[in-house]
């Protein structure tokens, strides 16, 4: 099992990158996929989820810190994606695409990607 995250880089603040992340090596269709950031010196924390909710259907969650400036989605079973907008400098931070079976993000993951660095300059 793989998690391929990739669309970091350098933006301004303001500015806006996309996130994406593939899964690969099984359906991930029945787990929760989402993102998870860790900035220098701070603990991993979460930043936004697609939970599953039965069939074919996921929910959103995101971390108050985000919310109302990222965007995500699920594009299909094994892939999502986080729109950034209005960054902030405190967004700067290592993203981790993750995965969790059967439970929200909210209460951890089984997978994990290995991160792609996002950088907001003020």
């Known amino acids: 099992v793989q998690l391929q995250a990739c669309g970091g880089g350098l933006v301004q603040a303001g500015g806006c990158l996309r996130l994406s992340c593939a899964a690969s090596g099984r359906t991930f269709s029945r787990y929760a996929m989402g993102w998870f950031r860790q900035a220098p010196g701070k603990e991993r924390e979460f930043v936004a989820t697609t939970d599953w909710t039965g069939g074919s259907t996921y929910s959103a969650v995101y971390s108050d810190s985000v919310k109302g400036r990222f965007s995500i989605s699920r594009d299909n079973a094994n892939a999502v994606a986080l729109q950034m907008n209005s960054l902030k400098p405190e967004d700067t931070a290592v993203y981790y695409c993750?995965?969790?079976?059967?439970?929200?993000?909210?209460?951890?993951?089984?997978?994990w990607g290995q991160g792609t660095q996002v950088t907001v300059s003020s």
């Open positions: 993750a995965a969790g079976f059967g439970r929200s993000l909210l209460r951890g993951a089984d997978y």
